[in-house]
Protein backbone atom coordinates (compact mmCIF):
# COMPACT_ATOMS: atom_id res chain seq x y z
CA UNK A 1 0.00 0.00 0.00
CA UNK A 2 1.21 3.41 -0.82
CA UNK A 3 1.06 6.42 1.69
CA UNK A 4 -1.72 8.16 1.55
CA UNK A 5 -1.14 11.90 0.94
CA UNK A 6 -2.24 14.19 4.15
CA UNK A 7 -4.25 16.12 1.85
CA UNK A 8 -6.80 13.26 2.30
CA UNK A 9 -7.01 13.83 5.57
CA UNK A 10 -8.55 16.08 7.74
CA UNK A 11 -6.59 17.46 10.62
CA UNK A 12 -9.46 18.38 13.80
CA UNK A 13 -9.61 18.15 17.45
CA UNK A 14 -11.54 15.41 19.23
CA UNK A 15 -15.05 15.95 20.57
CA UNK A 16 -15.76 14.75 23.65
CA UNK A 17 -18.70 12.59 22.16
CA UNK A 18 -16.20 10.73 19.97
CA UNK A 19 -14.93 8.61 22.87
CA UNK A 20 -14.87 5.14 21.93
CA UNK A 21 -12.88 6.00 18.35
CA UNK A 22 -10.33 7.85 20.49
CA UNK A 23 -9.53 4.84 22.38
CA UNK A 24 -10.17 2.46 19.33
CA UNK A 25 -6.93 4.58 18.06
CA UNK A 26 -4.96 4.52 21.20
CA UNK A 27 -5.54 0.90 21.53
CA UNK A 28 -3.96 0.08 17.55
CA UNK A 29 -1.18 2.66 18.66
CA UNK A 30 -0.76 1.05 21.63
CA UNK A 31 -0.20 -2.49 19.14
CA UNK A 32 2.21 -0.76 16.78
CA UNK A 33 6.12 -2.63 17.37
CA UNK A 34 7.97 0.75 18.83
CA UNK A 35 4.95 1.17 21.40
CA UNK A 36 6.96 -0.23 24.37
CA UNK A 37 9.27 2.69 23.43
CA UNK A 38 6.72 5.54 22.74
CA UNK A 39 4.24 5.13 25.31
CA UNK A 40 3.96 5.13 28.99
CA UNK A 41 1.08 2.27 29.13
CA UNK A 42 0.71 -0.65 27.39
CA UNK A 43 -2.37 -2.44 25.44
CA UNK A 44 -3.30 -4.73 28.02
CA UNK A 45 -3.17 -1.84 30.67
CA UNK A 46 -5.64 0.38 28.66
CA UNK A 47 -7.97 -2.08 27.00
CA UNK A 48 -8.91 -2.79 30.93
CA UNK A 49 -9.75 0.45 31.80
CA UNK A 50 -12.88 1.09 31.76
CA UNK A 51 -15.38 3.36 29.40
CA UNK A 52 -14.93 6.05 31.97
CA UNK A 53 -11.91 6.43 31.97
CA UNK A 54 -12.29 7.06 28.08
CA UNK A 55 -14.72 9.19 28.33
CA UNK A 56 -13.29 11.53 30.73
CA UNK A 57 -9.79 11.38 29.13
CA UNK A 58 -11.53 12.70 25.83
CA UNK A 59 -13.48 15.35 27.37
CA UNK A 60 -11.11 16.63 30.23
CA UNK A 61 -7.49 15.61 29.05
CA UNK A 62 -5.00 16.86 26.54
CA UNK A 63 -6.53 18.69 23.43
CA UNK A 64 -6.77 15.65 20.84
CA UNK A 65 -5.69 16.14 17.25
CA UNK A 66 -6.39 13.44 14.92
CA UNK A 67 -6.17 12.59 11.47
CA UNK A 68 -9.37 11.79 9.58
CA UNK A 69 -9.63 10.31 5.91
CA UNK A 70 -13.00 11.19 4.22
CA UNK A 71 -14.76 7.90 5.04
CA UNK A 72 -14.55 8.67 8.75
CA UNK A 73 -11.18 6.49 9.28
CA UNK A 74 -9.15 7.60 12.26
CA UNK A 75 -4.81 7.52 11.18
CA UNK A 76 -3.33 9.84 13.23
CA UNK A 77 -3.32 11.27 16.52
CA UNK A 78 -1.40 13.91 18.49
CA UNK A 79 -2.30 15.04 21.96
CA UNK A 80 -0.82 18.22 23.29
CA UNK A 81 -0.48 19.44 27.13
CA UNK A 82 -0.58 22.60 28.48
CA UNK A 83 2.40 22.77 31.36
CA UNK A 84 2.06 26.12 33.82
CA UNK A 85 5.40 27.16 35.35
CA UNK A 86 5.66 26.93 38.53
CA UNK A 87 3.87 23.27 38.36
CA UNK A 88 5.70 20.19 38.38
CA UNK A 89 5.21 17.50 35.28
CA UNK A 90 4.35 14.11 34.82
CA UNK A 91 7.66 12.97 36.04
CA UNK A 92 8.06 14.97 38.88
CA UNK A 93 10.54 17.90 37.57
CA UNK A 94 9.25 21.53 38.03
CA UNK A 95 8.16 23.32 34.86
CA UNK A 96 9.98 26.32 34.61
CA UNK A 97 8.29 28.17 31.55
CA UNK A 98 4.11 27.85 30.37
CA UNK A 99 4.75 24.65 27.78
CA UNK A 100 2.98 22.60 25.36
CA UNK A 101 4.11 18.86 25.82
CA UNK A 102 3.41 16.91 22.68
CA UNK A 103 2.58 13.00 23.96
CA UNK A 104 0.10 10.34 22.35
CA UNK A 105 1.93 10.58 18.95
CA UNK A 106 0.78 8.14 15.83
CA UNK A 107 0.27 7.43 12.51
CA UNK A 108 -0.84 4.23 11.20
CA UNK A 109 1.72 2.69 8.87
CA UNK A 110 -0.21 3.02 5.92
CA UNK A 111 -0.06 7.22 6.01
CA UNK A 112 3.87 7.26 7.20
CA UNK A 113 5.76 9.49 5.30
CA UNK A 114 2.76 11.36 3.61
CA UNK A 115 3.48 14.45 5.63
CA UNK A 116 0.13 13.77 8.00
CA UNK A 117 2.80 13.53 10.96
CA UNK A 118 3.85 17.13 9.94
CA UNK A 119 0.43 18.60 9.50
CA UNK A 120 -0.80 17.21 12.96
CA UNK A 121 2.40 18.58 14.63
CA UNK A 122 1.41 21.76 12.91
CA UNK A 123 -1.81 21.94 14.79
CA UNK A 124 -0.73 21.10 17.92
CA UNK A 125 1.99 23.15 18.11
CA UNK A 126 -0.32 26.10 16.60
CA UNK A 127 -2.33 25.37 19.33
CA UNK A 128 0.49 25.62 22.12
CA UNK A 129 1.34 29.26 20.94
CA UNK A 130 -2.22 29.96 20.85
CA UNK A 131 -2.39 29.12 24.69
CA UNK A 132 0.69 31.41 25.03
CA UNK A 133 3.31 28.15 25.39
CA UNK A 134 6.77 29.81 25.17
CA UNK A 135 8.22 26.35 24.24
CA UNK A 136 6.52 23.28 23.17
CA UNK A 137 8.42 19.82 24.38
CA UNK A 138 8.12 15.83 23.87
CA UNK A 139 9.94 13.14 25.24
CA UNK A 140 11.25 10.22 23.32
CA UNK A 141 12.90 7.06 24.21
CA UNK A 142 16.86 7.29 22.52
CA UNK A 143 16.32 3.94 20.39
CA UNK A 144 12.73 5.25 18.61
CA UNK A 145 14.76 5.93 15.71
CA UNK A 146 11.77 7.09 13.28
CA UNK A 147 10.03 8.95 15.65
CA UNK A 148 13.67 10.88 16.94
CA UNK A 149 14.41 11.63 13.18
CA UNK A 150 10.78 13.21 12.20
CA UNK A 151 11.20 15.14 15.13
CA UNK A 152 14.39 16.37 14.68
CA UNK A 153 13.33 16.96 11.30
CA UNK A 154 10.17 19.18 12.37
CA UNK A 155 12.60 21.49 14.31
CA UNK A 156 12.97 20.07 17.96
CA UNK A 157 16.48 20.04 19.51
CA UNK A 158 17.29 18.23 22.59
CA UNK A 159 17.43 19.90 25.48
CA UNK A 160 19.81 18.20 27.52
CA UNK A 161 17.42 16.88 30.06
CA UNK A 162 16.57 12.76 30.30
CA UNK A 163 13.91 11.37 32.69
CA UNK A 164 13.22 7.94 33.44
CA UNK A 165 10.38 5.69 32.10
CA UNK A 166 7.94 5.27 35.20
CA UNK A 167 8.06 1.39 34.20
CA UNK A 168 11.57 1.67 33.06
CA UNK A 169 13.76 3.71 35.60
CA UNK A 170 17.28 1.73 33.99
CA UNK A 171 16.54 4.04 30.81
CA UNK A 172 16.77 7.54 30.13
CA UNK A 173 14.11 8.86 27.88
CA UNK A 174 15.44 12.62 25.49
CA UNK A 175 13.83 15.58 25.72
CA UNK A 176 13.09 17.70 22.90
CA UNK A 177 11.99 21.18 22.48
CA UNK A 178 10.79 23.72 19.88
CA UNK A 179 11.07 27.41 21.12
CA UNK A 180 9.18 29.85 19.80
Known sequence: ???????ECVIRPVRAEEWKAAKELRLTALRD??????YLDTYEEAVARPDSFWRERTANGARQFIAETADGRW????????EEAGTTDWAGSPVERRQGHLVG??????HRGSGLTKA??????????????????????PENARALGFYRKAGFVESGVTVPPADRPEERELEM????
Open 1 to 7: MSAMSFE
Open 33 to 38: PVARLA
Open 75 to 82: VGNVAVLI
Open 105 to 110: VYVAPG
Open 120 to 141: LFDAAVEWAWECGAERVRLIVH
Open 177 to 180: VLER
